[in-house]
């Protein structure tokens, strides 16, 4: 329902700009590399037992791509069926595509050549459950995660000098908090808040052991640990400045550092840092010219520390080795719960590691990013502002972007390795390139390295290929896509519509790398749509088994009929672009369908009606009948307000100013008062031929206005149109009556004396009454000429007020209008039903004229 969402709301936008006389150029793509496809289709494999081997790049990049272009295949069906248009043949990109791999490749080259990538040991998100790094859009986050939390006694080996005036000679601990007790083994500092009040204390289960905490945080101990503090001593954070002390597993001594991202709330006020293991952690590092070492591997276990540590995996046996290891230091263990970050594929919690991996440097394209920003409407404007802060923060917390990935499906980072040295030039880019063209994106895996190097690269490096190695990484899909606006081939795009999770995700990896390579933003606009969710507003989950198939919505489950297309587009237009989340149910698709329906009888209604009108019937006068002309007229400010809606992509306003249009102005006003004049008036008379062109004029309009969003019904509708035998409604320049210069207020008044009326006739049929009309000098001089003072039953007052005849005269005296209601003395016309039949006959005079015509 997501892909339907997302693609039908691009459908009509596409739709109603094309309706305006504009070429749209759009070109449907798929992101083919990654993660997720790589798991799916070696889960595939497996499934069907082949004999592929697995562990090999090749095999895995053959399987994966098999299996990405299967399910390419089977979304292009999906949305041809939902009626999304395209050249869906010609002019579609994937990135797995080689033109693509080539162009992706280059492009690395030349960010890489300005210096704005980078490789370096950094923290990443790492999922030990894919053997990986993540960026923040690969996660999600459990708010209801269970952590292991613990507080933990570091003994002081060079105590606060304001400590060893007051209490000289003592033994001080350092008590600090963590939920992640597996890092402790990788301490290497204490961080603390010169800004801050520290404090030596005393707990009433320690007793003779002093210890130190920040002093805001004394309460929070209190009822975290369930003890008494006593407060003994207290002074300024800047006197922890020097202090060191001893972790309990390394025979050397650490510091103590201030550092920003200390602040009161949960803890201790004296943070725990790993510098392989956290952000703050690592800058603190560069910032105090730490070393950074990393003893978890990529399947998050232990290495290269001995002591019984090394296989144990850091989310089981790891940790809780760590915690025995460190025995009586842990003074209080217990169970945090809190917001924690899942791989989004493996649903499992990832880690914080530092490793060799390859960079963009968001920081030098962070001012120019927040300014190109500030040029960029966000739509819908009903979420704009808070879309933009969202992006914008984004942003700014963003000092870098992990681009490698340690997998084999995927556009490989194109360089080599002599030892630790990297070796990137733009010759053995162009090679690869050559090689792909020649052979296929595999080559990168299959070829030798002295296949990649050309003779002058090796001599400007004085390189030995049998002393060279081929990087292992593939770079981040987030690059993949954030590098499709070059499909449009130098054209900058309107607008960009995804959901909201793409504002750390695609909108922002297009916005750098554009920047990066082109100096602007590749779009002009961004389009922010939300989430699909059952009435219940949950996500949809196999797991919770609320996933809605749009195949199902349109042709039915077994179960319940299908709803259709129109009324799957339908339910987009009507309740996707206003709300973060989107609600599917079986009532609001039911509720669709009937709108959807309402607008159809009406359609068919008005193709019944003209199915008699000649062409020379456009080369008549526009109508002089006030009714004819104000429904024209309405007909056209119905949809410049219907456009305008879908400018701004308030496309449920437009579905609401159809319904309305449709029901209030069409079905209940004019078509129901107009009925006589089409039916019973002579075929080729002016009046009845001026209701057909107004009729026509109406129809038009509501195709028009519906189009972007029910095309199939508009196609099914135009291919019944009398004067046009072939459909493509969107390709034709239709005609209309042109709106006139018309008094609304006239209408007005003929509705409020048609209401008492009504009332005047105590539920009689309107039909079978005359009115005697008084009016004053000025209604009298704007109402006299849509009736005739003889009586005359085929004039507008008649027709609107659906009265047998009325009698307009002018009265004096401060009154707008009087009203005399009589029942008619006249019988009953057997063919129009009026109330004017001439006497003795049993019809009115005009039947009697169009009788006698034959």
Known sequence: MGHAVNKIIKDINNRSQILKGNRVHYIPGWDCHGLPIELKALQKAQKTATDKNLSDPVNIRQIARAFALETVLKQKKAFQ?????????????????????????????????????????????????????????????????????????????????????????????????????????????????????????TLSTKPGEIFLVASAQIDYLEKTLGVEISKLFEFDGSELHGTTYRSGFSSGSFPFLEAGHVTEGKGTGLVHTAPAHGHDDFLVALKNDMSVVCNVDEAGRYFNLGGGFDGLSVFGEGQEAVIAALGGSIIHRGVFVHSYPLDWRTKKPVIVRASQQWFVDTAALMERALAALDKVALLPPASADQSRQGFRSQLEKRPYWCISRQRAWGVPI???????????????????????????????????????????????????????????????????????????????????????????????????????????????????????????????????????????????????????????????????????????????????????????????????????????????KPPSNYFDRFIVNEAHGFLRQVNEHYDSFRYNHAAQSVLFFVSNKVSALYCHCVKDRLYCSPKSSAQRISAQLAAHTILVAILKATAPVLPHLVEEAWSHHPLYSAPFFFTRDVPMLPAEEVDPSLMVDLLEIKRQVCVMSGGEKLRRCELRLGLNPEQHSRLAGLGQTDGETDSVLCEVLELSSVEVKEIGGGARWELQLNKSERGQCLRCRKYNAVEGRDVCSRCENVLAMG
């Open 81 to 201: 069926s939902w009626g999304v248009m395209a050249d869906w043949d010609k002019s579609c990109y994937l990135t797995l595509d080689k033109h693509y791999v080539q162009n992706q490749l280059r492009q690395f080259y030349k960010m890489y050549k300005s210096g704005l990538i980078f490789r370096a040991l950094k923290p990443v998100y790492w999922s030990p459950s894919s053997k990986t790094a993540l960026a923040e859009a690969e996660l999600e986050y459990d708010p209801q995660f269970k952590s292991t939390e613990v507080y933990v006694k570091f003994r002081l080996e060079k105590i606060p000098k304001a400590a060893e005036t007051v209490l000289p000679g003592k033994d001080i601990s350092a008590l600090i908090w963590t939920t992640t007790p597996w890092t402790l083994i990788a301490n290497r500092a204490i961080c603390y808040s010169s800004t801050m009040k520290y404090c030596l204390v």
């Open 414 to 620: 194109p360089v080599l390795f002599r030892g630790d040295d990297v070796i990137a030039d733009e010759a053995v880019i162009e090679r690869l390139c050559s090689l792909i063209e020649e052979h296929d994106t595999d080559i990168w895996w299959s070829c030798d390295v002295s296949n990649l190097i050309p003779d002058e690269v090796a001599k400007k490096h004085a390189l030995d290929p049998e002393t060279l190695t081929k990087g292992n990484d593939v770079m981040d899909i987030w690059l993949d896509s954030g590098l499709s606006w070059q499909v449009l081939g130098g054209k900058k795009a309107r607008v960009y519509c995804e959901g909201v999770d793409q504002l750390t995700g695609w909108f922002q990896t297009s916005l750098l790398t554009s920047l990066a390579l082109t100096g602007e933003a590749p779009y002009d606009s961004l389009f922010v749509h939300g989430f699909v969710v059952d009435e219940r507003r949950r996500k949809m989950s196999k797991s919770v088994g609320n996933v809605v198939d749009p195949q199902d919505v349109i042709s039915g489950d077994g179960k319940r009929p299908g709803y259709g297309v129109d009324a799957l587009r339908w339910w987009v237009a009507s309740h996707s672009t206003q709300h973060s989340q989107v609600v599917i149910s079986h009532q609001l698709l039911a509720d669709c369908q009937a709108e959807v329906s309402r607008v159809r009888s009406i359609i068919r209604y008005l193709l019944g009606v003209i199915s008699d009108l000649e062409p020379a019937a456009f080369d008549q």
